[in-house]
């Protein structure tokens, strides 16, 4: 199986700052996108799902880079739902 694979999203003219902007993929191919250190965003199969911004100026930039449509954004409880049903279905398939 092979390994996760991580790379940095967004426009960060300095890459010290690129830690923040952290997107995994697992051995699925599935995405995962974190702004510090919470997941703001995933891909599972052909699913995508980004959260509302909660948190601030900095977080928004980082939505933003990942996708700005705010009209596909969820609230927390829908977001941690889907992310739920869809772990849970990988793990059954």
């Known amino acids: 199986?092979?390994?996760p694979?991580?790379?940095n999203y967004g426009f960060y003219e300095n890459s010290n700052y690129?830690?923040?902007t952290?997107?995994?993929?697992?051995a699925y191919g599935d995405r995962?996108?974190?702004?510090?250190?919470?997941l703001v965003a995933f891909q599972i199969g052909r699913e995508f799902h980004i959260t509302k911004n909660y948190w601030g100026t900095t977080t928004g930039k980082h939505l933003?880079?990942?996708?700005?449509?705010k009209d596909i954004r969820e609230?927390?409880?829908t977001f941690s739902a889907n992310y739920e049903?869809?772990?849970a279905g990988r793990k059954t398939a």
């Open 32 to 38: 995962f996108w974190y702004s510090y250190e919470t």
């Open 75 to 77: 609230d927390a409880e």
């Open 1 to 3: 199986m092979e390994r």
């Open 85 to 87: 049903r869809l772990i």
């Open 18 to 20: 690129g830690v923040h």
């Open 22 to 26: 952290l997107c995994f993929r697992d």
């Open 5 to 7: 694979d991580f790379y």
């Open 64 to 69: 933003n880079w990942i996708n700005d449509n």
